[in-house]
């Protein structure tokens, strides 16, 4: 039985800096894969005997296919994801149905073609990781994140994706942990798993469901309160074991993601 997170290969140091240090999350998972799902993304993989359907499958006679996570998300339920990010006042039951419907899209369309291992496109959050201080306490201002070089190299760039994506997410604003971090309760993913669980049953076979690991979190959401990364981190990891329990508990293999270890140390350090 694996119990924490797994350090990435020598081979995955940025020049001589050092690897970041494994964090005991202690998931008691039965199995565990990593995973590149992009050149520069790693994602854990967990699963349990107990998951919903079956225990985690492999590819024997063919290669099972699966994706990175996230799905494009239409433009209404984007601008309302973006409101509740906000403290905006937006139409809760408008939001559900948005959900409901957007979920059952992007199930549909991974069935259609052909994948095998599937998820709800992370259609019920605003970001990939920027979704955590909805659920967690102790953030508030503003983190100052580093831009990457290619940014500041091509600025025409920056002025592209604004016109893409008008209505984004706090990537570069996000709140700054200013005071001890906690999850505070597990509503908001306990819907989640079961939304995707009503709507894909029988549809794939086998479901996963994401979440950030601390190090990208820590690298989002900046630390303004504890002594140092380290310190940080470890409770980050704390806290967040309580969705990657719920996740689990919910029958759903657990994909942390994890781009932080191919990317963002190139950045902050």
């Keep these: ?26 998931p008691s998972f039965d199995h565990c894969r990593i995973i590149a799902k992009t050149p520069f993304e790693y994602a854990l993989w967990f699963t349990s005997a107990d998951s919903w359907g079956a225990d985690m499958i492999l590819s024997k006679d063919r290669i099972l296919t699966t994706h990175v996570g996230s799905l494009p998300r239409n433009a209404k339920l ?10 905006e006042a937006y139409d809760k039951a408008e939001m559900g149905g948005e959900m409901d419907a957007a979920v059952a899209h992007v199930v549909a369309k991974q069935k259609e073609a052909g994948i095998d291992v599937g998820n709800d496109g992370e259609q019920q959050r ?8 909805q659920r ?3 953030f508030a201002g503003v983190s100052q994140r580093r831009r990457g070089k290619e940014f500041e190299d091509f600025p025409e760039l920056v002025a592209l994706l604004m016109r893409r994506f008008p209505a984004v997410s706090k ?18 993913i306990d819907a989640e798993t079961a939304r995707y669980k009503r709507i894909a049953a029988g549809a794939f076979a086998e479901n996963f469901m994401t979440a950030p690991s601390p190090g990208i979190i820590s690298s989002t959401m900046l630390n303004a309160f504890y002594a140092n990364h380290e310190a940080y981190l470890d409770a ?19 994909q942390i993601d994890a781009p932080d270890l191919a990317m963002d140390r190139s950045m902050m350090f």
């Design 136 to 138: 967690m306490s102790g």
């Design 236 to 254: 980050l990891a704390r806290e967040m074991k309580k969705e990657y329990d719920a996740i689990h508990k919910a029958g759903l293999t657990l």
């Design 126 to 133: 605003v970001g990939f990781q920027t979704y955590v201080p």
């Design 171 to 188: 990537q570069q604003n996000a709140p700054e942990c200013q005071a001890e971090v906690h999850y505070t309760d597990t509503t908001q």
């Design 1 to 26: 039985m694996l119990k924490g997170i797994v350090p990435p290969p020598e081979s995955h140091r940025f020049g001589n800096s050092e690897r970041p240090p494994a964090i005991s999350i202690q």
């Design 78 to 87: 984007s601008a309302l994801l973006v409101a509740r990010e906000a403290n």
